[in-house]
């Protein structure tokens, strides 16, 4: 409803202005101040403000307006009071030397709105020539896959600056045509971009197919080329002179018409033989492309096979080297075990030894006693 309301105030405008066209206002500098002035104007003031697309980005880069053929005398507060009612702009330039300026509204349909209403207004005997400024850091991205959408072309060049508009072109039946358009925020994100895709390869999705980034062709496709702006010259004289007509068969004119469409047709042929060589060219590689997928496939299943199967003979390595290990700790054990025992055995010997000696000089002792034998003590004399 919002959208219906905008192009029905702008087409009213339009129509207004073609009305007025023979004879318009010129604007002296009391003017300026003069033109918010009334409740007409107050209340359309509200309503254009109001206008606002659902999920519009404000103050982009395609919110700017260029201002043409300005008074070399006007001041920076004289041009704001311009365009006032279309809310308050973020960015105001004027070169009064070269008569332009730039201008920058808070959404694009203020702009489109004020673009429509003061193109062509008289400012001090001078009529303004607005046109929407060029786009200085937007990109076109070719090469894009069918399944590339805009959010997912926005998320992807995110990475170098914040993105304003990213947009998939599509033809008359919504399919992909393989091209693209994105608008950054600030110039030095788009050199980045564009620098980043030009050294390395740049993919958007699974396949293997980089995208192609190139500076965007700047075109006017809006207003096109009015007969107002044309430099009435010599060659503007000499190609007016005849109006617009269907060459005569058997003229020079028609010979060398006839010249010209079979120039034309000839170069219609080669274009289209082109493309087809590279429409041929692209469906070779693609087909290349999963052949050589699927042989990567293969060749990372027989590395990932061979992977598992070093694995297996090294875990079954490690295994038998714990179970060598083992062996040789219940050798170990065995022999340790031999060994104690051994030792004990050796000690019950010798302890048996002892005691045996010990029982012999007792049994010696003993028959030492009964034969009258006495034990003499060290210390005393033998009676």
Known sequence: MQSNQINRNLKQVKMENSRNSPVKRDYDTADLEGIITGDESEALMVDIKNFRRPGEKTYTQRCRLFVGNLPIDIMEEDFKKLFRKYGEPSEVFINRDRGFGF???????LAEIAKAELDDTMVRNRPLRIRFATHGAALTVRNLSPVVSNELLEQAFSQFGPVERAIVVVDDRGKSTGKSYVEFAAK???RKALERCADGAFLLTSSPRPVIVEPMEQFDD???LPEKLLQKNT???KEREQPPR??????FEFEYASRWKALDEIEKQQREQVDRNIREAKQKLEAEMEAARHEHQLMLMRQDLMRRQEELRRLEEMR?????????MEMRHEEERRRREEEMMRQR???DELRRQQEGYKSNYIDNMSSGIGYCHPGR???
Do not use: C, M, S, V
């Not at 920058?104 to 349909?109: D, H, I, L, V």
């Not at 269907?246 to 003229?251: E, L, R, S, V």
């Open 103 to 109: 201008i920058r509204f808070e959404t694009r349909t």
């Open 188 to 190: 030095p994100a788009a």
């Open 222 to 224: 809006e207003d096109g």
């Open 235 to 237: 060659q503007y004289h």
């Open 246 to 251: 269907f060459a005569q068969p058997g003229t």
């Open 320 to 328: 038998n080297q714990e179970l060598q290990k083992r062996k040789q």
């Open 349 to 351: 010997e010798q302890q």
């Open 381 to 383: 004399k033998k009676k």
